[in-house]
Every structure is written in structure tokens, then in C-alpha cells.
């Protein structure tokens, strides 16, 4: 969550991988498509689709997220010793996944 001028932001990690530039680049995938999409060699792809769920409970005034997570395609970018913001962890931040969160308001 984000707070910015009084008004609270959710970020849901809606990628299919993480960007980690040339200088990093490597094989994920089998030869050919890598001949074929040669760009894929600066990512690392995740396995599986991210998605959500997410409820709102007016009653409880209460947010539910309901995320799932994935794994890298080989290498992730810790293990390529990409630092991509020193605001970021890899692991934590940067991860093939969408953290569940339970977000309440407090009644006035």
C-alpha cells in the first residue's frame, strides 16, 4: 500500500516478468525461442499467470486480496545480481507473486 496526498493506493503486480536489461542477459528458454524473440533474454519470464481476487466488504469495511504466486522461468534477478531500485528487495518486492493483504478502515 501507498499513501499519496491523503489518498491510499493498492499495487497489484499484474507482469508476466521482470525487465532486467541487457547487461543481463540469459537464457530462459529453449534456443529457438530465443531466436525467435530475442528481447526475452532481458527478462526473467514467470512460469505462471499472476491474478487476483479481490473483495470488498462494505459491511466490515474491509478489502480482501486474494493472490497467487509463480516461480521464476530459470534464473530470477537476485540470482543474476540485478539491483534494480535499492528501494526494492529481491524475494520480496521484486517476485513472481501478488501477496494476500487484509486492508480495514478504522470507524469514526
Known sequence: LVRVAGVTHLH???ASYQWVGGDHRHASYAA????????????CP???????????D?????????????SWVGASPAELGVDLDPRL????????????????????
Not at 514467470?46 to 470488498?56: G, M, V
Request: glycine letters at 6%.
Open 46 to 56: 514467470y512460469r505462471d499467470c499472476l491474478f487476483a481476487r479481490i473483495t470488498i
Open 32 to 43: 529457438d525461442v530465443h531466436e525467435k524473440h530475442p528481447w526475452i533474454a532481458c527478462t
Open 58 to 70: 462494505p459491511r466490515d469495511l474491509e478489502i480482501r486480496v486474494e493472490g497467487v504466486g509463480s
Open 12 to 14: 497489484v503486480n499484474s
Open 89 to 108: 528487495t529481491n524475494g520480496e518486492e521484486i517476485a513472481p507473486r501478488i501477496r494476500d493483504r487484509r486492508i480495514t478502515r478504522v470507524r469514526r
